[in-house]
């Protein structure tokens, strides 16, 4: 039944409402393909960009191997992993049967041994099965044996809500794994995002949670071509303002900082100038980045489709709150999942998760715009 | 004759005799005798048999096989006389030998030339295998050498005791006694490039693996000369260098990871396997079975070795396996009964089960065994089982026991000489615990180390994130 509805999921990425948003980001680009070579920035879409860094990484290295359900002669659940099992051989594209505690316990061991698993979960609703060995023996063997077992393992995945698939299949496990010392958790958004910071994770001695978004596969965004060089590496721990503004910050991570970008543009009309930080990486967290930002803009909204209870805009606003109290004009807003599980009605679903005039809204509030108080900006 | 036998020689015999009284004590009356009397009393009151053994020494002309078919014990005393006129076969080519050095009298520390076939107490039971011989071969140094790692391992375990009593050591203290053959006949049979890895009852594994008492006392004590600087305690032992992987704390978890450092083996084309152990209890842990279907479907040499103490914490085998024939639960993995207290049984097992892997993928292997202890320090061990249950089998089958038998019935060593080694592991353990207590707590800047491998200068917080700070380097 899984099988069916992940189907039907992966063809639907293109018709779904959240996805139609994401074809105005094609028309930028679309306009530049009528420009001369010399100036072409070449367009990938995120699953092309995990293949390659998968394709690149194992050539690079004999000691990386992928292992998950459906990797490889499914050529991947997501055909993110399409092409490797021709490549490299059923060695080092293993298929597994549907055991996650199994197959995530039997990568950890084989990383405790030197080699460089890449562990799939169809998504990361599966890792829950997994969990322990994600937490107690991978990330904490490090510390435990006090720097003898280092663990280079990279857990990756499709992680949140796709469309309509339900309250099992859609939660966000950013906050949770984020909590836990020992592991390094990166939330890609681009194609660059997607390609550098997984060629960092595969090259990273230590636990990495690679928390990717099916609803993003299927998006095009530009790469340079310094994105498109084997030894492209994106630094961990480190947040890109993806839109430079002067009024508000917007912290967003995955699908939210595409929400984030258009709320910015709408915003724009208004006269608010967001800036809009694509954290790229829950843990290690880049509170310098966020600091700084609000410094300059004294007031803070954070973005996430996780549960709102001890999410990651909590654990925002409390470290900007001790590190920048006296800089805000405004309190911390946070915009997150809905506190229920996700329910499966088209019109449900819309409410459960964050849309784009919800960050308008929250947006305005911060900057006191909302209701019939008069503009002060 | 008389005038040509030097003075040692004549000493040596009178030791002998005495240690043949003891043997044949022993072999009468089990485990009671008493060691306290010192020998010349044990010299005056066996001066019979010293007179019968002077008459063998000179006229016997003993077979110079030493082999034993089987190690039935003497019942009688022309049984104890059958032994002692085997035995002097050791002195007869020595008394006509040149050479005057007296370690030739007690070559057990050095001769492993010398091949002695030993039977193991029962047969092996195999399930979907045909189950190795029963006939173990060993050398008087092996003999030796198990005894007393054994003792130093009893002896480890014991000191751990009273040092949990004491609060020196805290939290978890799960103890091996009575278990330790399986360690040791495992290292018997495998290379230090064979991984291990084991649950929390690590202790003895370690020892085995070539970590020290002062390693092993000072991770127990939480201090900086421990093997995990401290900062893993009782459960989380670990020696990377000799392949021994933990250490762990999640019942069952242990499992998964050793069929992973199988595969990385085979993905390695490495001529090694990997001996995951694990305990009646974890034999019903769901990630087992998970982790057996993929090495079978994938041939990795792992050998799951089942440490079948018969508890599960406070649980008896029977009240949680519908099935406790933990060696059959493989299904289409074969399996092998062994019995846990007999060290050449563990040693034979493991040497099948390592050249199956090699060749033919997953092994699971049941060793019978027993704690004398509870499931940790804070379980007396005795509501669940009775103190008769408990002394039985130290008396029937006690690892170390079995080994002081062996080691008599084949002549490689005295009574004293074995207290002696008893006495030397009561004196390193000491001291190990001595310089362990004198190795200072870590260091406070230690509860940021190692959190990564590769930290990024990333910031790390203590309790109050204003008062303490760390750079993770």
């Known amino acids: 039944m899984w099988g069916i509805l992940r189907q039907k999921v992966g063809g639907a990425t293109c018709l779904s409402p959240q996805g139609v948003g994401s074809h105005m980001l094609r028309l930028r680009p679309v306009t530049s393909a009528l420009r001369n070579y010399s100036s072409a920035a070449k367009e990938m879409t995120v699953r092309d960009a995990l293949n390659s860094a998968l394709d690149e990484e194992m050539a690079a290295d004999p000691n990386v191997f992928v292992m998950g359900e459906e990797v490889g002669e499914y050529q991947g659940a997501y055909k993110i992993t399409k092409g490797l099992l021709d490549k490299y051989g059923p060695e080092r594209v293993v298929d597994t049967p549907i055991t996650e505690a199994g197959f995530a316990g039997i990568g950890v061991g084989s990383a405790y041994h030197g080699l460089r698993p890449v562990i799939e979960f169809m998504t990361f609703n599966f890792s829950m099965q997994a969990i322990d060995h994600i937490i107690n023996s991978a990330a904490k063997s490090n510390y435990m044996s006090a720097g003898q077992i280092n663990v280079p393992i990279v857990f990756r995945g499709p992680n949140g809500p796709a469309a309509g698939v339900g309250a099992q299949h859609s939660q966000c496990y950013a906050a949770w794994y984020g909590s836990v010392p020992g592991l390094k958790v990166l939330v890609p958004y681009s194609s660059e995002d997607a390609r550098g910071l997984l060629k960092a994770a595969i090259r990273d001695p230590d636990p990495v949670v690679f928390l990717e978004n099916e609803l993003l596969y299927g998006e095009s965004f530009p790469v340079s071509a310094e994105a498109l060089d084997s030894s492209f590496c994106l630094p961990i721990g480190k947040a890109k303002i993806e839109r430079e503004g002067k009024d508000i910050t917007i912290t967003a991570f995955s699908k939210m900082v595409g929400y984030a970008l258009k709320a910015a543009e709408i915003l724009k009309k208004e006269g608010i100038s967001a800036e809009v930080i694509n954290l790229r990486s829950i843990r290690p967290l880049d509170r310098a980045t966020i600091n700084v930002s609000v410094r300059k803009t004294n007031r803070l909204l954070t973005v996430e489709e996780g549960f709102p209870q001890h999410g990651v805009g909590a654990e925002i606003c409390a470290s900007v709150v001790e590190d920048s109290f006296g800089y805000l004009d405004a309190p911390v807003e946070r915009i997150a999942g809905a506190d229920v599980p996700t329910p499966y009605a088209a019109n449900l679903e819309r409410m459960a998760f964050p849309q784009i005039e919800d960050i308008v809204r929250a947006a305005k509030r911060a900057c006191y715009r909302s209701g019939t108080m008069v503009a002060t900006a | 004759m008389w005038k040509h036998l030097p003075l040692w020689k004549l000493l040596s015999t009178v030791e002998l005799s005495t240690s043949i009284t003891k043997s044949k004590a022993i072999f009468s009356s089990a ?43 003497p019942k009688t005393t022309t049984d104890a006389m059958a032994l002692a006129r085997r035995s002097s076969g050791l002195l007869k080519p020595l008394s006509t030998a040149s050479s005057s050095s007296l370690l030739q009298r007690r070559p057990f520390s050095t001769d492993d030339t010398t091949t002695i076939t030993v039977e193991t107490s029962v047969p092996f039971t195999g399930h979907n295998c045909d189950p190795p011989s029963r006939s173990v071969d060993t050398t008087p140094k092996e003999l030796m050498t198990f005894f007393t790692d054994m003792a130093f391992m009893r002896r480890m375990e014991i000191a751990a005791d009273s040092l949990y009593k004491s609060k020196l050591i805290r939290g978890f203290c799960h103890l091996y006694d009575g278990q330790e053959a399986v360690s040791i006949g495992m290292e018997a049979a495998i290379t230090k490039k064979d991984c291990i890895i084991t649950a929390y009852r690590d202790h003895c594994i370690f020892l085995g693996r070539g970590g020290t008492l002062l390693e092993s006392f000072a991770e127990l004590m939480g201090r900086q000369a421990g093997c995990s600087r401290g900062k893993g305690g009782s459960m989380h032992f670990y020696k990377k260098d000799a392949c021994f992987f933990g250490g762990h704390g999640i019942v069952g978890a242990q499992v998964p990871l050793g069929c992973g450092l199988a595969f990385a083996q085979k993905y390695r084309k490495e001529d090694h396997v990997t001996f995951t152990m694990y305990g009646d209890g974890a034999a019903n842990q769901g990630q087992l079975f998970e982790a057996l279907n993929m090495a079978a479907l994938w041939d990795l040499p792992a050998i799951l070795v089942c440490e079948n103490n018969h508890y599960g914490m406070g649980t008896a085998e029977w009240r949680a396996a519908k099935s406790p024939a933990y060696y059959k639960r493989g299904d289409y993995v074969p399996g092998l009964k062994v019995d846990g207290m007999d060290a050449f049984a563990v040693k034979q097992a493991c040497k099948f089960a390592k050249e199956h892997a090699l060749k033919n993928g997953p092994i699971i292997l049941e060793m019978d065994t027993y704690r004398y202890h509870g499931h940790s320090m804070s379980d007396p061990g005795s509501t669940y089982r009775t103190r008769d249950e408990i002394s039985g089998v130290r008396q029937e089958r006690d690892p170390i026991e079995r080994i002081r038998k062996l080691i008599f019935a084949h002549d490689l060593a005295t009574e004293k000489e074995l207290k002696d080694i008893e006495k030397q592991a009561r004196k390193e353990v000491d001291e190990a ?41």
């Open chain 2, 31 to 73: 485990l009671n005798f008493d060691y306290s009397k010192p020998h010349y009393i044990k010299f005056f009151s066996s001066g019979l048999y010293f007179i019968i053994l002077f008459l063998f020494l000179f006229f016997s002309d003993p077979s110079p096989n030493l082999t034993f078919q089987s190690l039935q014990q």
């Open chain 2, 433 to 473: 615990i001595a310089q362990a207590k004198e190795s200072p707590m870590p260091d406070e800047s230690e509860l940021f180390t190692n959190v990564y491998r590769k930290g990024y200068g990333v910031e790390s917080f203590g309790t109050d994130r204003k008062e303490l700070r760390a750079t993770l380097p």
